[in-house]
């Protein structure tokens, strides 16, 4: 027999070929299902899965968290099944779907939400990140900056909505995230600082020209001034959980595309 040979018909070399193949084959296997663990199994508009895929959806993983909690991720065993306020528009694959009531309380379209976890971003510490400054006393605006707190909020309709009662900030990343806005009867809501723009005496154009906007306050272009009350809720009065964050994120939004019927209109 020749050197490496086990016997007459096989040898190291040929054992080393059918263990590189049975590892790829094991590799492939274990990847293919990896891909299916986000957007599978595909479905069609009525929201039956299609058929045909070789490889099984993988199992759910679990997550053990800084903070204690076990996170579990989606997988194909575990579709959205919440019930979406909306319909096709036409039979064919692939139409457009339009909502059948109030988009943006329904929440769909640029409204959605992802159905993050309903407990606030902590820090490293454990406490909530996402704080007022009533509670953070060590944070406070730059000098440089407006302060909005009791300016008067405006609407796209350039109708008074409230007034801003407080700032929330990120005490990880040391800069504001929302605005606290007082609407009187309907309590108090938050809108994030992408949303607004605040006109003062500390903006670029009176600072250069030394004359100061007629109007000053907070403007939100995505809603309209009636439609603040409609902006989710927080469960706590000092904290935010990531579900509400998302919630009130999709809210405004999707005013950009729901606040008017107008809006929803094609440019063209």
Sequence with gaps: MEVGAITGYIDVAQLMLYAFWIFFFGLIYYLQRE??????PLETDSGKPEKGRLFMGPEPKQFLVKHGDTVKTLSSNQPDTRDLKLKQAFRAQGSPFDPTGDPMIDQVGPASYAERGDHPDYDLHGGPKLLPLRIATDFYPAEQ???????TVYGADDEVAGTVSDIWVDTGEFIGRYIEIDLGEAGKRLVPFTAFKVVGKKGW???LSGIEPKRQGVFVESILAEQFAGIPTTASPDQVTLLEEDKIMGYIGGGRLYATEERQEPLI
């Design 205 to 207: 154009f009176a600072l």
């Design 145 to 151: 900056d407006e302060d909005p707190r009791g300016m």
């Design 35 to 40: 891909t299916a663990r986000e957007g599978y």
